[in-house]
């Protein structure tokens, strides 16, 4: 099969949320700060050809896709790697804080979501784009709950009542995350797979933050790995060289 990327240097866009931007949790501080070895950051080393990172702190699906038409329609990139969920499974958990019998919704409605990003893939087809998804690194739930509740027993004992339980809180992530994988399948987007590479480590809690959320350094060189290791597979081309990536110990 002609591949579209071939015989050229590809312009990438990576358009998402704080993972993307490399956030991460400042543990001394209690601070989010932006990690200089993120795993873009890592990925540009690797590639031949320049990545613009759109992506932006607290950004959601319905946030980013207007950002992502302009710049699209301005930079002309050929790839766009699609980072969103995080943000939008999320809740106001403050409000639930204070209000555990009300209903609450999360910032990105579940079918709205699914709809949204299949427009999203559609309209980077219609300009030659190739869209790249990727699916959600697993949260730690116990440590994202302390967090929400910045570990205030009453804010605690409110949130659990409106959960029923912590362990909802990864399962409700993980809906958003099947309706990635469930979107790339029905539109033949490829997708990478980076809950899996977290996954394959038993002790993966190990590479998120304190905050339960945020991969920490160690966590973004898994998402590095992946990601390069699905361009060797698919677009060997765009590399620099085939070394293979360094792994964990």
Known sequence: MNNPLSGKIAKYMVSGDSISKGVVLDEVRNKYVVLEENYVALLQDKLKGVIHNTARFGNTLLKGIGHLKRDVVNERPDVVLI????????????????????????????????????????????????????????????QYFKWVSR??????????????????IYWWQERYNSTIVKVAEATKTKYIDIRGAFLE????????????IHPNKDGHRIISERVLAFIREHYGFLLQDNEPAPGLG
Not at 110 to 132: A, H, Q
Not at 201 to 212: A, E, K, L, V
Request: hydrophobic share 35%; with cysteine.
């Open 83 to 142: 980072e969103y969920g995080g943000n939008d499974c999320d809740f106001n958990w403050n409000e639930i804080a204070e209000n555990p019998g009300g209903d609450h919704t999360p910032k990105t409605d579940f079918n709205v979501f699914e709809k949204m990003l299949i427009e999203t893939i559609e309209f980077l087809r219609s300009k030659d784009v190739v869209p790249v998804l990727m699916n959600l690194p697993p949260l730690n739930a116990d």
């Open 151 to 168: 570990s205030n027993p009453e804010a605690e004992r409110n949130i659990l009542q409106w959960l029923g339980s912590v362990t909802k």
């Open 201 to 212: 480590h038993p002790d993966f809690t190990r590479f998120i933050c304190m905050d339960g």
